[in-house]
């Protein structure tokens, strides 16, 4: 943990810098492969949408010491057109759902899965779910996320800017589409417990976005009076600060979240954890990597179209080709002029520290001090 913070001070000050920006057309086109990938698998597989969704009924069993397998083997002889869906809700109790397109009435599943489960039909509780509600619920949930949209649009607009705000709504829809395409590819059912996740990694994906366009806020104040780094290094160095962060902040969330997908769903079986933790596991994941690898270098593109920060540019690029062309002739003069303005750009640096970060600057040593003064005692 000690290296960890180490290299996250490292970041912060600069010493070390990884090129998210600068490599934004790779992680585009990681981007949109993985994207296809999810579209691909849910026009193929579609959506294994529940039967809260589709209607049904839903049968619960309670049984001490029966086993997922054996009702799902009296569910198979039971249904004739689907394949039931059989989880463990805790108690002793398991439920066994089956699709609407089944023939057999009520009467006759419970009468049955009593017969080969040897229990009695009474104790077999029998609800029935019609589509409409699944639909109203659907309704509601795609309404509030356009809400969401609408929102989320409108106040990074006004607390930053449009250019931001275009930036985290197409880092929302990428981690959307990934979560959705991976329901498809696995074949996890959808439930209402589904759309909660997928509502919820919305928030994780902004936060982690709004906290590096913060930073890159930060960095980029009167960077046109400047002609020493271009906007889109001044966003990567924020990335950069902000990066450890936000490596802790999903690893920590991704912690509980496994905890329920691997251990809860997967060892102890509880199938109805997996409605909402997968979404959670796939859209934490989605939204670190968006608002790093997407968000951020979108944010620079946009930028850089500017006219002002294409004139910046090319006076940065100005004043590079000159350094090289005096370096090229008088080496030993412009590796000291070099030290100089990187001593002058450390001092500015420290200077632009945001407000509420304490801690010591590094002062520069001044190479001049004591030259020429004898060693020893002064008399």
Request: proline content about 3%; hydrophobic content about 45%.
């Amino acid at each position: 943990m000690s290296k960890l913070g180490s290299i996250g001070h490292r970041l912060y000050q600069g010493e070390i810098s990884f090129d998210f920006v600068g490599r934004r057309k790779l992680w585009w086109g990681i981007s949109a492969l993985i994207v296809i990938a999810a579209v691909l698998g849910l026009s193929v597989n579609g959506l294994k949408l529940g039967i809260e969704f589709t209607g049904g009924s839903v049968y619960t069993v309670t049984k001490p010491g029966l086993t997922i397998s054996q009702v799902q083997t009296a569910a198979d002889k039971v249904a004739e057109h689907s394949t039931p869906i059989v989880q463990s809700v805790g108690n002793g109790k398991i439920t066994v759902q089956v699709s609407k397109d089944e023939t057999k009435s009520t009467t006759e599943v419970t009468k049955e899965l009593s017969k080969d489960l040897g229990v009695a039909a009474d104790t077999i509780n029998a609800d029935q779910i019609g589509p409409s509600w699944g639909k109203e619920i659907s309704k509601q949930a795609l309404t509030g996320l356009v809400i969401f949209m609408i929102l989320v649009t409108a106040y990074l607009a006004v607390a930053f800017e449009w250019r931001m705000a275009i930036a985290a709504l197409v880092a929302l829809i990428h981690d959307l589409l990934i979560t959705i395409g991976v329901y498809a590819l696995v074949g996890f059912e959808v439930t209402p417990g589904t759309v909660i996740g997928f509502l919820t990694i919305l928030g994780y994906s902004l936060y982690d976005t709004v906290v590096v366009f913060d930073t890159v806020k930060e960095n980029t104040r009167g960077l046109a009076k400047q002609n020493r780094r271009t906007y889109s290094e001044a966003a990567n160095h924020g990335l950069n600060q902000t990066l450890v962060r936000s490596i802790n902040t999903t690893v920590l969330a991704l912690l509980p979240v496994a905890a329920l997908l691997f251990i809860g769903g997967g060892i102890l079986g509880a199938g109805t954890l997996n409605d909402i933790s997968l979404a959670l596991f796939v859209g934490l994941a989605a939204g670190a990597y968006s608002s790093i690898c997407l968000a951020t270098p979108l944010l620079a593109q946009l930028k850089e179209e500017q006219p002002e920060m294409k004139a910046l540019a090319k006076r940065v690029a100005q004043r590079r080709a000159a350094e090289a062309r005096a370096a090229a002739e008088n080496p030993s003069s412009a590796s000291a002029d070099a030290a100089e303005q990187d001593d002058d750009q450390e001092g500015a640096d420290e200077d632009a520290v945001p407000a509420g970060i304490v801690g010591q600057r590094n002062q520069p040593v001044g190479r001049g001090r004591g030259k020429g003064r004898p060693s020893g005692k002064r008399h």
